[in-house]
């Protein structure tokens, strides 16, 4: 089963940044926080991962809190290619298996 | 340039039947995986291969055996397909213990 939660659905405007919510509660000191995203029609493509300090890339930031039990990703200019599932992972770094909840689907308004 | 390439893109057939998903990659990597993703969209892991060797089985029937002849290659075969096979699958591949997974296109399968 998935360690996390996310809200099912999120709605945000072409141009503004998306702020997309995970609690893990549950997760171990040896856990990193990964995002993916999947696109209608196509796989999944990874985004971001982290550990406990925030990073950023050329796609996305991500904020861990202190604790670790809750995570933030944010798209700073969202725009319409943006729309699409997040899916917030925790995973053991040098582990296999990728564990997929449900995720958030992102509406990017125009 | 694909970098994880599947064939075919989509795949009808009957009840009963073998059918074979290809899935290759130009990466280099060491890992490769198939992933179901069902009609309520849910993806779940079904196999992983290190260097050719199976590392994870996800308790998926003995009718689908994932076959890897070398290490840039995960096919998957289904014997005696159901309707209850219907659905997307995915084959990723990422450098072992990597971080990052790449996923190919997905094939979709219909069972009729």
């Known amino acids: 089963d998935a360690k996390t939660t996310q809200p099912t659905s999120m709605d945000c405007a072409e141009g503004r940044a998306a702020n997309l919510p995970c609690n893990h509660s549950t997760i171990s000191g040896n856990e990193y926080v990964y995002w993916y995203r999947q696109i209608h029609s196509q796989g999944p493509q990874y985004i971001i991962h982290?550990?406990?300090n925030n990073e950023t890339n050329e796609m996305a930031s991500l904020i861990i809190t202190e604790d670790r039990k809750s995570s933030t990703l944010i798209l700073p200019h969202a725009t319409l290619r943006d729309t699409a599932v997040y899916y917030c992972i925790v995973r053991v770094n040098l582990g296999d298996k990728i564990i997929f909840g449900k995720g958030t689907r992102l509406h990017i308004l125009p | 340039d694909t970098a994880v390439s599947q064939t075919p893109k989509y795949l009808v057939t009957q009840m009963g039947n073998d059918k074979s998903i290809k899935c290759e990659q130009n990466l280099g990597h060491d890992t490769m995986y198939w992933y179901k993703q069902d009609s309520k969209k849910f993806l779940k892991i079904m196999f992983s291969?290190?260097?050719?060797?199976?590392?994870i089985n996800e308790t998926v029937p003995n009718r689908f055996s994932p076959k890897s002849p070398d290490k840039a290659h995960l096919n998957l075969h289904i014997n005696s397909l159901e309707l209850g096979d219907s659905a997307v699958y995915f084959c990723?591949?990422?450098?072992?213990?990597?971080?990052?997974?790449?996923f190919g296109p997905g094939t979709r399968l219909t069972v009729t």
């Open positions: 990723a591949s990422s450098r072992a213990g990597g971080e990052e997974q790449y």
């Open positions: 291969y290190n260097n050719k060797e199976l590392i």
């Open positions: 982290g550990l406990k």
